[in-house]
Structures are given as structure tokens and as C-alpha cells.
């Protein structure tokens, strides 16, 4: 029996099982040997034959943003909207066989943003390039996931799932797991919070199915047994994910009022160029991207050039960029904006940065 038949059986024998208390231990030790079927799946085969063309592209610009959706649904014409590439656009399904990238400017940052070959049903288990499709947006900071209006919200669970199976996790953070394997010394097990769904016995046999007899584990929030399995593995990323409903011409304002309302999702009509300027403002927002100027002694600012950080960045931050060797030499800096109490304010490496601050760092 291949990978792929076991995980059919174990996906069919949880939709046959009831929840409830008798049947948790069953149903945590079914998703952990599911877990690790699928993660031998995404292995490659030892015996594989020659080595197919990957098309992952070289990281450039401030941020990467990934384009994931069905065949057809419009996400080479959106590509050829909001950049200067033009990606082939047709009426007809797999118009794109291969990662085309381009750059969106927007607020002086470059992202890049790659369209993807369409996605197909099964592709988690390497049907139509699908693993190819999902290792490149494994690296990307977000994702927009590209869906037909006039399809409902078919195509949202389908793609979910794919992702789902892969280790990809949408709009959720890293559980909250303390976990770490031993030498010897048994079990450890506490929690910091009263557990609803996790039981130690659970615990413990969906660790021995992974053959681990010694570990420390502290559950510091009330989670799930997929969330422990997903600390056990270590390889999932957690990304956040905007959902993107095209063609609302072709649908009733009704529908188009009701996706919106969806969360994260946005609405627009590549074909009537409709609702892309708040599609940027919502990207920039889940990129958590901000922009910073600089200013030199007794000259005005530079606000041609700015520099692009990650919101949460320090005064260190901003030196490492400018120049690795200016942290080492720095005496204090002088900011103006929305994260100092008065303008201008003398602050230390630790003073966080915010958007559109404008900084001047004097040096010993």
C-alpha cells in the first residue's frame, strides 16, 4: 500500500469517527500518523530520476508576495496591472507554466510578487507542478490567494486544504508550545493554562507515535492536538494570507458585499481595474512594512530616498542597514515623528521606529 492510499484511509477513517471524549485519543493518534505520512510525502524520493526544472526565483526587493489560485482566475492579468511585466494572459486554463516575477513600487518599496502556475485539486501530492507551486510560496513574506467570485468559496476551502497538508498555515501564529526532546528522564508535562483539549495520555501517545519517550513539554495556551503535532514536526510557517476575490463585476452587489465582509479578504475586477488602490493599502499593511527617512546635520530630510524596515525595528536596525559599523560608533540619534513624545527626541539603540519617522544619527 503507497503513502497515498494510507492517507486516504486515515483521511476517511477521521470523517467516519465521531468527536467526542472517547474517541480524542483515537482521533490526536490518527492526525499524528497522518502528519507523518504527509511529511514523507514532501520528502523527495531517494530513487528519483533526473531533476526536473524547479522555478524558484532569486529573492530581490523589500518583501516577496506570492500569487496562488486556480487555473484561469486571473492572476496574470493582475501581475501585468500592477507591474511593468506582462505575464500571457488568455481565456484559457495553464496559460502560465512557469513562476513569472514582477516588482509593485508603492510608498518607496519594491515587491516583488511572483505569479504562480495555477494550482489544481491534489496538487499537495505533486499533481500538475503543485509542489513546485507550494515550495515557492513557502518563502514568500505574504500571500494572495487569488479566487473567482462567481465560484462562492469553493476555491478558498480547496486551496486551504492544499496548504493545509503542506505545513503552510494562514493568518494564525506559532502555537504558544514549550517542547524539547531528552536524553532520558521520562515525560515532563505541565501547563500554564487549564487544558480543554490536550490531555497528557494524549500527549503522550501522539509523542511515542513519533518515537519519543523523553521530552519536556509546557503548554502555555489552550491548543489543539494538530498544534502540538505542528510543534513536533518544526517545519510549518506561519504566513499571513489576503484573499482576493476577482471578477465582483460578473457577480450581484449582494455577493460582492458579503465577500468583502469576509476577514481578510479584499474584492476587485482586474478587467475594470476596480477596487486595486485599497488592495495595495491592505498588502502594505500585512507586509508590516514601514518607511524611515534620514536627515544629516542642518540640511532638511532626505524624503527621495527612504529606507524600508520591518514595523518593530529598533534605532540598531536602522544602523545595521545603513552601514554595518555605524552601531559600534554610535553616540545617540535625534527623531521626529509619531514614535518620539516631542520632536526632536535624543534616543538610545532600543527606541523603536515608526512609519515615516525621520531619523539623524550622530556618531562618537
Not at 523603536?352 to 539623524?360: F, S
Request: glycine residues 8%; positive net charge.
Amino acid at each position: 500500500m503507497g503513502i497515498l492510499e494510507k492517507i486516504g484511509e486515515i483521511e476517511r477513517e477521521i470523517s467516519r469517527t465521531q468527536k467526542n471524549k472517547a474517541t480524542e485519543y483515537h482521533l490526536g493518534l490518527l492526525k499524528a500518523k497522518l502528519a507523518k505520512y504527509r511529511a514523507q510525502l514532501l520528502e523527495p524520493s531517494k530513487s528519483a530520476g533526473a531533476k526536473g526544472e524547479g522555478f524558484d526565483v532569486m529573492k530581490s526587493g523589500d518583501a516577496r508576495v506570492a500569487l496562488i489560485g486556480f487555473p484561469s482566475v486571473g492572476k496574470s492579468t493582475f501581475l501585468s496591472l500592477m507591474t511593468a511585466t506582462a505575464s500571457e494572459a488568455a481565456s484559457y486554463e495553464f496559460t502560465t507554466l512557469t513562476c513569472i516575477p514582477g516588482v509593485i513600487e508603492y510608498n518607496g518599496a519594491n515587491i516583488q510578487l511572483l505569479d504562480l502556475p495555477g494550482i489544481i485539486e491534489g496538487a499537495s501530492q505533486g499533481k500538475g507542478r503543485g509542489r513546485q507551486v507550494i515550495a515557492v510560496a513557502r518563502t514568500a513574506d505574504v500571500v494572495i490567494m487569488m479566487l473567482d467570485a462567481t465560484k462562492g468559496d469553493v476555491q478558498r476551502k480547496l486551496l486551504e486544504k492544499e496548504l493545509e497538508s503542506v505545513g503552510i498555515r494562514l493568518n494564525r501564529s506559532k502555537p504558544n508550545i514549550y517542547f524539547k526532546p531528552k536524553k532520558g528522564g521520562g515525560l515532563s508535562y505541565n501547563s500554564m493554562v487549564p487544558l480543554t483539549m490536550c490531555s497528557e495520555k494524549l500527549v503522550q501517545l501522539i509523542l511515542h507515535e513519533y518515537k519519543i519517550f523523553n521530552a519536556e513539554v509546557l503548554f502555555r495556551e489552550d491548543s489543539t492536538p494538530d498544534d502540538f503535532i505542528d510543534v513536533i514536526v518544526g517545519n510549518r510557517v506561519y504566513m499571513p494570507c489576503l484573499y482576493v476575490y476577482n471578477k465582483v463585476d460578473q457577480i450581484s452587489i449582494e455577493e460582492v458585499d458579503r465577500l468583502a465582509h469576509e476577514p481578510h479578504s479584499v474584492v476587485i475586477s482586474c478587467g475594470m481595474k476596480l477596487n486595486l488602490d485599497f488592495l495595495l493599502e491592505r498588502l502594505w499593511e500585512y507586509l508590516a512594512l514601514i518607511c524611515l527617512y534620514t536627515k544629516k546635520r542642518g540640511e532638511r530630510p532626505d524624503f527621495s530616498d527612504a529606507i524600508i524596515m520591518r514595523r518593530g525595528a529598533s534605532v540598531e536596525h536602522v544602523c545595521h542597514r545603513i552601514h554595518r559599523t555605524l552601531a559600534s560608533q554610535f553616540k545617540y540619534a535625534l527623531v521626529w515623528g509619531t514614535s518620539t513624545k516631542f520632536d526632536p527626541q535624543r534616543v538610545g539603540l532600543t527606541h523603536i521606529m515608526e512609519h515615516e519617522d525621520v531619523i539623524q544619527i550622530v556618531k562618537k
